[in-house]
């Protein structure tokens, strides 16, 4: 089963909108991650949360994290064109088999 | 800015020859991962180094698949010999840390087709 599943699967907005991507996991874990991909090209590096942090801002994007109710929220302000991409979700679950794992993404669609 | 190099960046090979597949990490970083996607599977671990030394390779089927990092600049993947199944995005990754999993940087990928 999947450690981190991203929530919706795909999603299309309007330029200028806000968009909100969700990612639940299973297990304990010592950091979140959110990637973003272009057109199958290499991964990109987001945002960092550790586990004992509840919210991280980068410029127009904002990462919230419930331990909890183990979810985690991407937020875009103001969504561009050029935001259009995948966005993943990588866990790093705590213990002595730990690895990073990603969910299978989310498909992001800006509209101009 | 530093990258992570892969080579070759694309491959058409036909079932039963050996692939191999390099990657240059960023330089100072002493973690290497291995990583195929698939539209099917998604992005999985193959297997990833931590000062050269393999810590996990589980996620590799290791009858056909190795990993190797001869030295700290170069890391290798080969399928010996390959099938159609292994046709996918090969992206290798490097970081920094000593225990956990922090920011990754990942390369351009290889992508393989096994005829």
């Known amino acids: 089963s999947q450690q981190g599943e991203e929530d919706p699967q795909a999603l299309s907005i309007q330029e200028g909108e806000n968009a909100t991507m969700n990612c639940s996991y299973k297990?304990?874990?010592?950091?979140l991650q959110w990637y973003r991909q272009n057109s199958g090209r290499c991964l990109v590096h987001l945002i960092l949360?550790?586990?004992?942090?509840r919210e991280k801002h980068s410029g127009r994007l904002r990462v919230t994290l419930d331990t909890s109710k183990k979810s985690s929220s991407l937020l875009i302000t103001a969504s561009r064109a050029a935001d259009t991409a995948s966005y993943f979700c990588?866990?790093?679950?705590?213990?002595?088999?730990?690895?990073?794992?990603f969910g299978k993404g989310i498909t992001l669609s800006v509209r101009p | 800015d530093a990258r992570v190099t892969q080579t070759p960046r694309h491959k058409v090979t036909e079932m039963g020859q050996e692939v191999t597949m390099r990657c240059q990490p960023i330089?100072?970083?002493?973690?290497v991962f291995w990583y195929r996607q698939t539209m099917m599977q998604g992005l999985e671990l193959l297997a990833y180094?931590?000062?050269?030394?393999?810590?996990?390779d589980s996620g590799m089927p290791k009858d056909r698949f190795s990993a190797e990092m001869p030295d700290a600049t170069l890391a290798t993947l080969k399928i010996q010999p390959s099938e159609p199944r292994d046709s996918a995005v090969y992206f290798c990754?490097?970081?920094?840390?000593?225990f956990g999993f922090g920011t990754q940087h990942f390369g351009d990928g290889t992508r393989l087709s096994i005829l």
């Open positions: 990588a866990t790093d679950s705590t213990g002595a088999n730990s690895k990073l794992t």
């Open positions: 949360i550790r586990s004992n942090e």
């Open positions: 180094f931590r000062n050269r030394a393999p810590l996990d």
């Open positions: 990754a490097s970081g920094f840390g000593n």
């Open positions: 297990t304990s874990i010592n950091n």
């Open positions: 330089l100072g970083h002493n973690t």
